[in-house]
Structures are given as structure tokens and as C-alpha cells.
């Protein structure tokens, strides 16, 4: 039953271009937060690697509030002891990385796939094509004013 399962899970997201954005984070003297709702059992080795480079981890299902709802995003701006405005969220989900964290008063960058040739249609939402241009392109508008 449980292969069954297994079987119609969408393939776990490759961890690897992730590090580029949690390097330019942590140079740039950011947090970096790891926000998931993996369970236990799929975590992998690229997973947990991850968890070990992050400042905090929350778990959407430790926390037991679904990930891509403004709630969610509240208690990650309390377990990270933030303010909502001071945390950025990166991803390319438009719903569970754009919407929900703005909803919830935080910053988002969504990160589109490369092989579009234009952004998508995201308002004043930052958009980029690559996670690790999303610290950059952050900090430039925060420059910018």
C-alpha cells in the first residue's frame, strides 16, 4: 500500500541548485531559513544536508499548519524571532513561495523556470530565472529603494 503511495509522489526536488542561493545568503550575512513539509521517511541525504547548512528549520508538518498558507508563514516569522517584512522567501512555487508569504506580510522572490522567455505575470513580485540570482536581485531593489 505504502509503494503505492510512493509511486504517485512527484520526484523529490534536486537539492543541488539550492546551494548556490544559501551561499550567497550566508555571504551576504542573511539567515537562512529552510522551510519544508517533508515527512521523516523521504528525506534523503541531499535533504538532510540542507537541514545542516540553514540557521533554523521549520516543518510544516512539526508545526502541523499546511505550507503554502499566510499562517504558516506567520510562524515561521516566530520561530525565527523576525519580523514578517525581514524574511525573504525564495522558491518557484507561485502560490506556496509567492502568494501566501506576501499574504503573510513577508518578502518573495519567485524563481521561474529558465526555459520561459519572459516572467511570468507577478505584479510588483520580484522574479528571477535562477535561485542563485534571487539574493542578488533582492538586495538590488532593497538598494534601489
Same mark, same amino acid.
Given at each position: 500500500?505504502?509503494?503505492?503511495?510512493?509511486?504517485?509522489?512527484?520526484?523529490?526536488?534536486?537539492?543541488?541548485?539550492?546551494?548556490?542561493?544559501?551561499? @550567497?545568503?550566508?555571504?551576504?550575512?542573511?539567515?537562512?531559513?529552510?522551510?519544508?513539509?517533508?515527512?521523516?521517511?523521504?528525506?534523503?541525504?541531499?535533504?538532510?544536508?540542507?537541514?545542516?547548512?540553514?540557521?533554523?528549520?521549520?516543518?510544516?508538518?512539526?508545526?502541523?499548519?499546511?505550507?503554502?498558507?499566510?499562517?504558516?508563514?506567520?510562524?515561521?516569522?516566530?520561530?525565527?524571532?523576525?519580523?514578517?517584512?525581514?524574511?525573504?522567501?525564495?522558491?518557484?512555487?507561485?502560490?506556496?513561495?509567492?502568494?501566501?508569504?506576501?499574504?503573510?506580510?513577508?518578502? @518573495?522572490?519567485?524563481?521561474?523556470?529558465?526555459?520561459?522567455?519572459?516572467?511570468?505575470?507577478?505584479?510588483?513580485?520580484?522574479?528571477?530565472?535562477?535561485?542563485?540570482?534571487?539574493?542578488?536581485?533582492?538586495?538590488?531593489?532593497?538598494?534601489?529603494?
Amino acid at each position: 500500500r505504502i509503494a503505492g503511495v510512493l509511486k504517485r509522489l512527484p520526484p523529490p526536488l534536486p537539492y543541488g541548485h539550492l546551494d548556490a542561493a544559501v551561499e @550567497s545568503a550566508q555571504r551576504h550575512g542573511l539567515k537562512v531559513l529552510l522551510l519544508h513539509a517533508v515527512p521523516g521517511f523521504l528525506r534523503n541525504g541531499e535533504h538532510r544536508r540542507l537541514m545542516g547548512r540553514a540557521d533554523a528549520v521549520v516543518s510544516a508538518l512539526a508545526e502541523q499548519i499546511p505550507l503554502g498558507t499566510p499562517a504558516f508563514y506567520r510562524r515561521v516569522a516566530e520561530v525565527a524571532r523576525l519580523r514578517p517584512e525581514e524574511i525573504a522567501v525564495i522558491g518557484p512555487d507561485p502560490h506556496a513561495h509567492a502568494i501566501a508569504p506576501r499574504k503573510a506580510g513577508l518578502q @518573495s522572490v519567485l524563481v521561474f523556470d529558465e526555459s520561459e522567455s519572459k516572467a511570468p505575470r507577478a505584479g510588483q513580485m520580484l522574479t528571477v530565472q535562477t535561485f542563485d540570482s534571487a539574493v542578488p536581485a533582492l538586495l538590488a531593489r532593497y538598494e534601489r529603494g
